[in-house]
């Protein structure tokens, strides 16, 4: 079975650019959620996703988006970046039945110059 | 409030027993989770447990929760240097569509 998909695995973007990053879940899992892991945050909650809808959203601005497709592959989306934004987002796939243990990709490494 | 609190290091000879401690806020989770992080990686799901139980043993790991207190350990008996690696603690929430992250316990394993 594979894994969960993450891309791509690193990028560089100038401030003020969007970025668009890509999660393929676990075949037949139905949630998606997005972490943002700083040095200096930790592991922060993005969204979480399950079957094309939000179920739950972060502390984070309205520049972080998402979506999710009917195939359960999730995007997400920052807008107008900023040098903060640099950090490693995890994707992070489970069945979605709630609590059921979730599965985490290798992570996009985002640099903002 | 949400807060899940884990000690930032800890260091261990090779062979020695392991515990990592974490402490939550949320009476209410349903599933509290150990995850490892080895560098340059994603997580990785060691265990979990559910909220109703006191004790989970996985071959080397051992899990104890004690709701009363909000607190949770990880044990890892027979320490190897390839356990070296970041361990974060993680609760989720009722309804499940949320995991709240601690900041990860460094372990350091002495050859």
């Known amino acids: 079975k594979a894994g969960v998909t993450q891309t791509p695995r690193y990028l560089i973007k100038t401030r003020g650019q969007q970025v668009t990053l890509s999660c393929s879940p676990i075949s037949g899992h139905r949630s998606v959620s997005w972490y943002q892991q700083t040095p200096g945050q930790g592991l922060q909650f993005l969204f979480e996703y399950f079957s094309e809808t939000q179920r739950n959203k972060g502390n984070f601005p309205g520049r972080f988006s998402g979506r999710q497709f009917s195939n359960s592959r999730s995007e997400m989306n920052v807008s107008t970046l900023e040098l903060g934004d640099s950090a490693l987002y995890l994707c992070?796939?489970?069945?979605?039945?709630?609590?059921?243990?979730?599965?985490f990709g290798q992570g996009t490494r985002l640099t903002v110059v | 409030g949400e807060d899940v609190e884990q000690s930032l290091f800890l260091s261990v000879r090779e062979g020695d027993s392991s515990v990592i401690n974490c402490t939550y806020t949320?009476?209410?989770?349903?599933?509290l989770y150990w995850y490892k992080q080895e560098p340059g990686a994603g997580l990785q799901l060691l265990t979990y447990i559910f909220s109703n139980m006191d004790m989970k043993q996985d071959q080397r790991l051992t899990v104890l929760l004690n709701k009363k207190d909000k607190h949770l350990s990880l044990r890892i008996a027979d320490t190897q240097t390839g356990d070296s690696a970041i361990y974060f603690c993680a609760e989720t929430y009722t309804g499940g569509f949320k995991t709240i992250f601690g900041a990860g316990t460094r372990l350091f394993v002495k050859a």
């Open positions: 949320d009476s209410s989770s349903t599933y």
């Open positions: 992070a796939s489970s069945p979605g039945r709630g609590g059921a243990e979730a599965f």
